[in-house]
């Protein structure tokens, strides 16, 4: 970067609008309006990047020992008239207070780094209603999505991304190299009438995990019930029998597999369903639906959800030798035994079929905690493509298969057993097993070399019609959208 | 950037002074004196920046074979004669022996990249020393935080910070924008005299864990022996059981989570103290007491600490049934109970009381693993604010009802009852209870409208004096240093 | 960074190469040609980095939709018109369509994103073979190692590192700091002829992953078929006893934490092997030999697949009360007692036995999940070296300790009972002692002053021979090579 003093006077003289001068290097000086805690933590971050500060306060004495020693704390017409670039970090509701400092900051660029409580509260974004205020200003919205706290904690920490929006593209570009030298990387969001759309963007609550949570809970629900009718009710209206006890632990013990199996298997059932989408189009230039984009973008979200819950399931499976009432079953098993008096009560069937579901159960857990690390942003970033492909396609593919064998093992027989037909409701297991079989299937059949080869070819850009003699480049993407 | 060629020659005759020279683009060749681990490292990261390296050595012709082979080695006068800007990469007590070099070394920018074995063991930092021997150098201390691994693995790995001070803001600014080259993040330090600081930073031994985890330590030993003292040593000394192999097992299980729930209490205590403090001086500008502030700044590791104790209160307690211990007690109780011609042994309310707590058990533990991942730096990173806020404050306040809840369900009415107050200590559960319950309580009281207005209205910026009648940004930071 | 206004004309009067231009800014326009998902993907993140974007199709209308509004979608020739710097977003097998527009792209930069599907399937590379193509351009290869998903998920996200090349350093440059501007960091490797290497980057597999889960795998079976002969079979031949219901589960109990033993024994092996290498030859100048070099290398993933396993194991031991099996010795071991009339089956010595290893095995897996936590990208990046060093070298050897003190407490006395020596094999656990005795015993030995003196003495530069009155700086590296 040039030094700013070279730089500077053969910009000045190219019009004196300060959104045109030159770039930001460390040195030079950077206001601030307002002395809350954003105002400091913005300060504190300035000055490590190399900048001088100007902080401007109503009451410059009280506020200055709450900043860092090396920012000049003053009045607020002093810290205008200072600076070209002037941080707004003053809530929405003061920004007419500052209309006294119209003529000072004329020309200059102001940074609105305002956020609402809540999404659209106002009919113009903060942003732009700071530049109704200061015409003559050059507004920037900018650095709303950064909290105090990753301001202060340093570039290690923190979200990284400052979204950047301003009708000036000179303004834009040299808040952007301002965002760069304090460690962060801007995003152009283009004309300031975005601000509304990046003011909104702190105040989003997990948009990505709604849909799976919700589905997950719904599915829950669905299962427990289920099962409560089966397991609880139809006992005690039956036979008599009390067996609500078994609420807390055994329900929750057999719904949660259900609910992590289903959601396992809506994790690969958009790659079959897109697989068969562009097979029968001929082509992939054509868009997918947008419930079935919508749904490949949340994949990540399901499968974890789907992880979390397979994961409590362990734990309660775990649980259950530790119950009192597994103890209690037992003490009376064994006196029966001993009433009875039956020196074995070994079943080798029973026995088999336990062995080898727990074993499966923990293989499959064990691959889907791989795949679950695997989707942390930090080790996500180390893979290239065809690592993220082969964990988070072939290693969850064979987690969906174990955890079919493990369903099937634990049904065993039980599927054909009219007795098991509570109510004429078939056994849990029997409808969590179709999508996952179906989807297995449909797996298998592209293998096959006619489909295979099709598909291949789709994906590297040929197409069915006539238009088309060669074609554009897709490499890794298309598998990354279909095949994960 | 501009190709150096043009900028150079403008500079040059500026004054000559090395340290004023334009800032360095790839291509120019940069000198490293050493040839050492971290010598090594850094020439394959210059070079894979797009750098020209020269390393100067002793023994050129041996040190030649450990070096990339576009480095050029070759004799330490050579090297200081061929560039301007040089990393001295060799042990403070070696400096002296560079003393030869100093007429090459004149106006040319030195980096001292060295680290000590101990913190403060010289009275000077040895960026410092290093200036003394060469007065005519321009001494920067950079780079010393960062590893010989983390220089090699390349950018995607290792601490991406790199802290900078030197006398000279022009130096400074040449090697904060090297470091950014390379792939780091410059962080400017002041002047030399904070190298020791920054030499001090490499030696910290996880400072934010210390008291978390001496705390866990100290109250892990005091509810041990408190349970040992009630399980164990009461008795043995009243009816002289021998129960000491519960020491290893059972002990530990029920030590861990009073550890584990008094830490997530004090978690939360800050927050609600925070409240009060504010509503009490009716102002968020007046600091908090140092305690406080230091508290809160810890709240992250000692819920950590928590979670890690949750857990292993988890792997305890699953193993319980697994144990020969649990086993020959089953086997004795279904003797007695044959003997005794007991047909069922079924206490339906130990059944319900054992099966809720181990289900709010698992929830808790759930709950508090998320909180746990969302700890994790590339999580966090990728969560806004109010995301952050809701997963720390709301998902982490309802794991500590839970787990109220848990303990309760555990203690069911033992609190209430004698036999339980062995040598007139209450059972351990009740002390446990103490923090959590004030806080949820303080909690609900701070959801009265007339209290929840005002705290609202302080973090506004609002004051209860007469001063202030507008006031400045705070934003996300006051929620951030009180909620969370 | 100058407005490019400025530097433009300066430098298209330098010879109107277009590869010695200035550097890309903000609002320069980029080109693409093709229209496939990377080129889309290119586009969006190009336009929120501040470019204007050409993209060139070969059918104009129906391409344009896919693309953002912002970006121009025009035909190829026009696009390749308007842009000095055009990234070929096309497959390999239709670069010579492009030939037509040869004059149009001359003397400008096309840069190689494409990738390959398998490592070295042509005889050149494919950036070399575009070269071929127009030899009037400056080829850069460059992108191909980011995926179109890490493009349109912002710089937040996804692998950050771009790998450039390219005879031209002018080019390399000028793609390097696009490649910055767009939040990526950029990696110089050299001349043109590094394109093969770097389009192989994006098709390795898990290198470092595949020899330590290869080495498990082995161990694996080794264990399970020692186990198996032992367990199943000796029982089976000498007294006709059918226990292969055994394999599923108990044969992988105790076979997972033999690997797991081994495994973290061979993790700390290569650093006792390399201090009694360096002890030898009286100097740290001497490089390893290859395989210990290699050794180290993997250590991390040693680790990690050694807590994979233990953690498996720890699954598999909580399951073993819950089997059926479990649950049908209990009751006939209760039929058993009852009919002997034992009133009391208690062990004392198994009880303590048992108390302890389950104990310690689960302080060990903890210790070990710390572990496996700080070899998280994220979490390790933010240690520094003496931090890093602690957890994994001195919690990394405290866990050594204490699965070994596991494994002798769970050996107990068996090791000298000849009952346990099926067909003369001996127990299991003797066998994965004898490597973490060894290296328990190795530490100890280099705690002894004369050897830890030397050995420090030698890490510091120091060397037994003549040469080196004074030694370079290796600070961090030595121990990071040798003692982690």
């Known amino acids: 970067m040039v030094s700013s003093e070279m730089v500077k006077p053969l910009l000045a003289s190219n019009g004196g609008d300060s959104a045109s001068r030159g770039p930001l290097s460390c040195g030079d000086t950077i206001g601030i309006l307002g002395s809350g805690d954003f105002s400091r933590s913005l300060a504190t971050r300035l000055l490590s990047s190399g900048f001088k500060v100007v902080v401007g306060s109503r009451n410059p004495k009280r506020s200055a020992g709450?900043?860092?020693?090396?920012?000049?704390?003053?009045?607020?017409?002093?810290?205008?008239?200072?600076?070209d670039l002037i941080f707004v970090a003053i809530f929405r509701d003061h920004y007419s207070t500052l209309k006294g400092l119209a003529e000072v900051l004329a020309r200059k660029i102001l940074v609105d780094v305002s956020n609402n409580t809540e999404i659209n509260v106002s009919r113009e974004s903060?942003?732009?209603?700071?530049?109704t205020i200061f015409p003559q200003c050059t507004v920037v919205k900018a650095f709303n999505v950064v909290s105090a706290w990753a301001l202060q904690s340093g570039p290690a920490d923190g979200n990284k991304q400052v979204l950047i929006c301003s009708d000036s593209v000179d303004a834009r570009n040299?808040?952007?190299?301002?965002?760069?030298?304090?460690?962060?990387?801007?995003?152009?969001?283009?004309?300031?009438?975005?601000?509304?759309?990046?003011?909104?963007?702190?105040?989003?609550?997990?948009p990505l995990w709604k849909v799976p949570c919700g589905g997950a809970g719904l599915l829950f629900l669905f299962f427990y019930l289920y099962n409560f009718v089966r397991v609880v009710l139809h006992p005690y209206l039956t036979e008599g029998k009390n067996q609500f006890y078994k609420m807390p632990?055994?329900?929750?013990?057999?719904?949660?597999?259900?609910?992590?199996?289903?959601?396992?298997?809506?994790?690969?059932?958009?790659?079959?369903?897109?697989?068969?989408?562009?097979?029968?189009?001929?082509?992939?230039?054509?868009r997918f639906p947008d419930w079935l984009d919508r749904w490949m973008i949340h994949r990540k979200q399901i499968g974890l959800v789907s992880f979390f819950c397979a994961a409590l399931h362990a734990l309660y499976s775990l649980c259950l030798p530790m119950r009192r009432s597994a103890r209690y079953q037992l003490l009376n098993d064994a006196f029966k035994q001993v009433k009875q008096n039956v020196t074995s009560s070994w079943v080798?069937?029973?026995?088999?079929?336990?062995?080898?579901?727990?074993?499966?159960?923990?293989?499959?857990?064990?691959?889907?905690?791989?795949?679950?690390?695997?989707?942390?942003?930090?080790?996500?970033?180390?893979?290239?493509?065809?690592?993220?492909?082969?964990?988070?396609?072939?290693?969850?593919?064979?987690?969906?298969?174990?955890?079919?064998l493990h369903t099937l093992t634990f049904g065993w027989r039980r599927a054909f057993d009219p007795n098991r037909y509570k109510f004429y409701l078939p056994p849990t297991f029997t409808l969590t097993l179709v999508l996952p079989i179906i989807i297995i299937l449909t797996r298998c059949a592209l293998l096959l070399p006619c489909l295979r080869t099709k598909l291949t070819r789709i994906r590297r850009g040929w197409e069915k019609k006539t238009y088309g003699k060669f074609s554009d480049l897709s490499d890794t993407s298309t598998e990354c959208s279909s095949n994960v």
């Open 249 to 286: 632990v055994e329900l929750m013990n057999i719904t949660l597999p259900c609910v992590a199996y289903v959601l396992l298997s809506l994790v690969y059932l958009p790659g079959v369903l897109a697989a068969a989408y562009q097979l029968r189009n001929g082509t992939k230039y054509r």
């Open 66 to 83: 709450l900043f860092p020693a090396d920012a000049e704390v003053t009045g607020q017409t002093e810290a205008a008239r200072r600076a």
């Open 126 to 131: 903060n942003a732009e209603y700071l530049a």
């Open 174 to 206: 040299r808040v952007a190299s301002l965002a760069r030298s304090m460690g962060f990387i801007p995003m152009d969001m283009g004309a300031l009438c975005s601000a509304r759309e990046v003011e909104n963007v702190p105040l989003h609550l997990l």
């Open 348 to 404: 080798e069937e029973e026995v088999w079929r336990m062995e080898i579901y727990v074993s499966l159960g923990i293989i499959a857990l064990g691959i889907l905690s791989l795949l679950a690390v695997s989707s942390l942003p930090s080790v996500g970033n180390a893979l290239n493509w065809r690592e993220f492909n082969f964990i988070q396609s072939q290693l969850g593919l064979s987690a969906l298969v174990i955890s079919t």
